[in-house]
């Protein structure tokens, strides 16, 4: 690799962490760096049309940018890796502009530097890839998100796309060769290196069908009939689901979920304040969360089954969903509209980005995540009870669903307040924790 390049991941951190955990993540692995080689001959042929697709802290961004990409188009289903990318962006930009510059004025033909640049897109669609000659990928370990992901490379990218799809050796299968396989007619495998390997795909089939994902179902559950008050015997009982390929458990009802729901029958009656006044004219929150209607929160909303329960259980609610994952806003937002219910969709993480003041919410219903990628982490489990004991007002209620064996129940007394085991079956537990501040 180029010393420029060199020069610019040796100045990356694994934001918000900084690297100096022993058992934390790195901010630029074997992979990244098996899929920046690979990259850089293809670059330096044609500087344009590069995609990055599932950067984990900017290390292939910003390695391509300095190995002579010019204005990449990137994608990170992950807010918090958009937040990774912007920070050590700003740290390394002096470096990655130095090495640029110093490359143009020792080209066999000196010339001015071109213009760099980065451009974030949010949203997974035919914009990101149009034009695309080159794309990077960090493998997801899902294949219903690399199904979503190389149907879309192979239908909207330039024909003579290559795609280079990156991962540690032990997460790979064979299936991820089959997915490739699929959209593209040709499909191979680089030599492993430091438990790394590159799946390379090139020529896009031209005889695809459609798109995959986003994929619909209609659950007809006795929980989702009983948290809803549907009657069984309505034609229009159930509930639809859509999920895009990275949303977690697609279009089914998870097990942690459904047990969830199987306590609806104890959720708290939400009824309006008292005295409503409406919301102060110099509020910075939206006209109508302050208006004293109950304000229900699904925290982690994943495809949007708990916020689409939540507003047809609550129909005077405020409802809210968020998660950090673009797959599962995109999948909760279309859940919503396919139940003809309303509720904000926002992306933030682990709550940061609600758009309701500290101690406002009436319910809280969290199923939070334990992994992270293929690592089991419970980092932002963690966040996630912080943020529903500042949103929650006095005497609010986390209503929260999680594998027993990972025992939340103290965390969320000292997050939230005191919080009651409400039932347990082999697998999950619910807990109910009664917002309460703490007093001397």
């Given at each position: 690799?180029?010393?420029e390049?060199?020069?610019?991941?040796?100045?990356?951190?694994?934001f918000?962490?900084?690297?100096?955990?022993?058992?934390?993540?790195?901010?630029?692995?074997?992979?990244?760096?098996?899929?920046?080689?690979?990259?850089a001959?293809?670059?330096?042929?044609?500087?344009?049309?590069?995609?990055?697709?599932?950067?984990?802290?900017?290390?292939?961004?910003?390695?391509?940018?300095?190995?002579?990409?010019?204005?990449?188009?990137?994608?990170?289903?992950?807010?918090?890796?958009?937040?990774?990318?912007?920070?050590?962006?700003?740290?390394?930009?002096e470096?990655l502009?130095?090495?640029?510059?110093?490359?143009?004025?020792?080209?066999?033909?000196?010339?001015?530097?071109?213009?760099?640049?980065?451009?974030?897109?949010?949203?997974?669609?035919?914009?990101?890839?149009?034009?695309?000659?080159?794309?990077?990928?960090?493998?997801?370990?899902?294949?219903?998100?690399?199904?979503?992901i190389?149907?879309?490379?192979?239908?909207?990218?330039?024909?003579?796309?290559?795609?280079?799809?990156?991962?540690?050796?032990?997460?790979m299968?064979?299936a991820?060769?089959?997915?490739?396989?699929?959209?593209?007619?040709?499909?191979?495998?680089?030599?492993?290196?430091?438990?790394?390997?590159?799946?390379?795909?090139?020529?896009?089939?031209?005889?695809?069908?459609?798109?995959?994902?986003?994929?619909?179902?209609?659950?007809?559950?006795?929980?989702?009939?009983?948290?809803?008050?549907?009657?069984?015997?309505?034609?229009?009982?159930?509930?639809?689901?859509v999920?895009?390929?990275?949303?977690?458990?697609?279009?089914?009802?998870?097990?942690?979920?459904r047990?969830?729901?199987?306590?609806?029958?104890?959720?708290?009656?939400?009824?309006?304040?008292?005295g409503?006044?409406?919301?102060?004219?110099?509020?910075?929150?939206?006209?109508?969360?302050?208006?004293?209607?109950?304000?229900?929160?699904?925290?982690?909303?994943?495809?949007?089954?708990?916020?689409?329960?939540?507003?047809?259980?609550?129909?005077?609610?405020?409802?809210?969903?968020?998660?950090?994952?673009?797959?599962?806003c995109?999948?909760?937002a279309?859940?919503?509209?396919?139940?003809?219910?309303?509720?904000?969709?926002?992306?933030?993480?682990?709550?940061?980005?609600?758009?309701?003041?500290?101690?406002?919410?009436?319910?809280?219903?969290?199923?939070?995540?334990?992994h992270?990628?293929?690592?089991?982490?419970?980092?932002?489990?963690?966040?996630?009870?912080?943020?529903?004991?500042?949103?929650?007002?006095?005497?609010?209620?986390?209503?929260?669903?999680?594998?027993?064996?990972?025992?939340?129940r103290?965390?969320?007394?000292?997050?939230?307040?005191?919080?009651?085991?409400?039932?347990?079956?082999?697998?999950?537990?619910v807990?109910r924790?009664?917002?309460?501040?703490?007093?001397?």
């Open positions: 690799m180029s010393p390049a060199e020069a610019v991941l040796a100045g990356l951190l694994p918000p962490e900084d690297g100096s955990r022993a058992d934390g993540p790195v901010a630029v692995d074997a992979t990244d760096r098996l899929l920046l080689d690979e990259a001959p293809l670059i330096a042929q044609d500087p344009d049309g590069v995609v990055v697709i599932g950067d984990r802290f900017g290390a292939l961004s910003l390695g391509a940018l300095a190995l002579g990409a010019r204005d990449i188009r990137v994608h990170q289903d992950l807010i918090t890796a958009e937040a990774a990318l912007s920070a050590n962006s700003a740290r390394v930009s470096v502009w130095d090495g640029h510059a110093r490359a143009a004025a020792n080209a066999p033909v000196p010339h001015e530097p071109a213009p760099i640049g980065l451009t974030v897109r949010d949203t997974f669609d035919s914009h990101l890839l149009e034009g695309a000659r080159l794309v990077l990928l960090q493998l997801p370990t899902s294949l219903a998100e690399l199904t979503e190389a149907e879309h490379v192979a239908r909207y990218a330039d024909p003579a796309v290559t795609l280079l799809a990156g991962g540690r050796v032990k997460h299968t064979h991820m060769n089959d997915v490739l396989g699929a959209s593209f007619a040709q499909v191979s495998a680089s030599l492993a290196r430091q438990k790394s390997r590159l799946l390379i795909a090139r020529e896009p089939r031209s005889d695809v069908g459609p798109l995959t994902y986003p994929v619909t179902a209609r659950l007809t559950d006795r929980e989702i009939l009983a948290a809803t008050g549907a009657p069984e015997e309505s034609p229009d009982a159930g509930l639809t689901v999920a895009h390929g990275a949303a977690f458990a697609g279009a089914t009802l998870d097990l942690g979920t047990f969830l729901l199987a306590q609806a029958g104890r959720w708290p009656e939400l009824t309006d304040a008292p409503t006044q409406g919301t102060p004219a110099d509020s910075p929150f939206g006209p109508d969360y302050l208006d004293g209607r109950p304000v229900a929160v699904d925290l982690g909303c994943g495809t949007g089954i708990l916020a689409t329960v939540l507003a047809l259980r609550y129909p005077r609610a405020h409802v809210i969903a968020t998660d950090r994952s673009a797959a599962a995109a999948s909760t279309a859940t919503l509209a396919a139940n003809g219910v309303r509720a904000a969709v926002v992306r933030g993480d682990a709550g940061d980005l609600l758009p309701v003041p500290d101690g406002s919410a009436d319910l809280v219903l969290l199923n939070p995540p334990f992270d990628r293929a690592a089991l982490s419970t980092d932002a489990a963690h966040r996630m009870f912080a943020a529903a004991g500042s949103v929650l007002r006095e005497g609010g209620e986390l209503w929260t669903v999680f594998n027993t064996g990972l025992h939340y103290g965390a969320l007394q000292r997050a939230v307040g005191p919080t009651e085991h409400v039932a347990q079956n082999p697998k999950f537990t807990t924790s009664l917002r309460k501040a703490l007093t001397d």
